[in-house]
Structure formats: C-alpha cells, structure tokens
C-alpha cells in the first residue's frame, strides 16, 4: 500500500497496521498519487511530477517541458502506462504520452481542473472535474484526454476527486460539496447522498463496493457504499 501525505509518500507491506517512508522531498508535501497499470504517478504542489516504475520503490521528476511545478490533480491511464494527465492549476492541464518524457497543453487554465480520472477499463475515457467561484463543470473525454466537453454544468462547490467503476466505463463518482453520480456516461446525473470533500473510490475486486475518505464536514473519517454508490454509511474497518 502507499498513500501521500505531509511528510512524502509512505508505504506500508502489513495492509496498513504500520507505515514507513517510502519517498520525500524536503520541504514538500505530496497529496496526488495515482496508478497507471505498471507505472506510479505522485504530484506536489511544489516539486512537481514523479513517476515510479519498480511499485514505489524508486521515484524520478518527470517536470521537463511543464511551465510550473505546482500540481494540483494528477492521473495515469490503468491501460497505458505512458499516458498521464496533470493539471497546474493557473497554468492549465498537460498530457503526456512517453511516461513524462514530453509534456502537451490540452486544457486552458481558465478550466481550473482540481481532479482528474481515468477509466480503468477503457484509456480513451477520462473525467475533469473543475472549480470556479463557488461552482465548477465536470468535462469528459473519449480520445485520452486530448479534447474535452462538458457533461454536467454545475457541480456545487467544485470538484474534489473523480472515481470510475473498475468494471463500466459509464458509471462515474464526482466528489463535490454536493457529489453527483451518473451510470451511463455522463448523459443524466444523480445525488448520492455525499455532501463536502473527501476522496471517493471503487473496490477493485468488488465493484458495488466504495469508499468515501471524508475531510469536511464529516464527523466519522470513512464512509461506505454496498449498492454501487446509492447509499453511504459510516464505515469502521
């Protein structure tokens, strides 16, 4: 297991009853980490760009060709190891194709995407969430993040993260202050009962199971769901 936190990346090899660094840079905090089937991504808001091809083990900077370090979402294809997408914020959103090697533009900053996801069963697909004021967009792409439109236009409070089922392409979770769920794609969009921020994800090997990682303002720190994300419950492993 490895998870990001204040202090870099930590790892743990007992299913998260104990925990020990696994990669740091001074000064720096890491709050994006993302899988792409054989390659690791993590992003920080001031170092940039890492990419690990050994399961976390070793960590490089794959920066060159990004106008600014200063990650805020970051996501790897599951299906395509050298595809990543990462958005800068104020510097608009990248793509990349070679592992990191090179870097292209494909959304303006005016976007302000704060999350991002890929289909785990289909690269083609990726979901952007954005924030703007007290609102924000979700946008969907069906040739691996090179062009975007938008399928939801006003997702309160702004995007958190994005899950997709591990088993449909179609079914898609935005964590928002009030999160919206949608079974077919993006054409019509439901409540699930998530309210706030907080990171959201499906269990690879059950899909109609998902997590909620509650930040604010949830009294109890993990949330569950047993019917595909139609109801939550307060969860306690």
Known sequence: LLVTSTSGIQRSTDSGATWVPAFTVAGQTFSTLSSGGSRLWAGSGGAGVYASTDGGQSWIPRNAGLPTKD??????????????????????????????DTW???LAASEKVTALGFAPTDSQIVIAGTTSGGGGRILKSTDGGMAFSPV???LNGGAWSVALAPNDPQHILVVAYYSMQSTD????????????????????????????????????????STNGGGTFYAYSP
Not at 71 to 100: F, K, Q
């Open 152 to 154: 939801y236009m006003n």
């Open 104 to 106: 292209s533009p494909v």
């Open 71 to 100: 990650v805020v979402a970051l996501a790897g294809s599951p299906g395509n190891p050298g595809r990543a997408l990462v958005s800068l914020g104020a510097s608009g959103v990248y793509r990349t194709t070679d592992g990191g």
């Open 185 to 224: 794609g993006g054409a019509t969009w439901g409540y699930p009962g998530l309210f706030g921020s907080g990171v959201v994800g499906f269990d690879p090997a059950s899909p109609s199971n998902l997590y909620f990682g509650a930040a604010s303002p949830y009294g109890t720190p993990v949330y569950k």
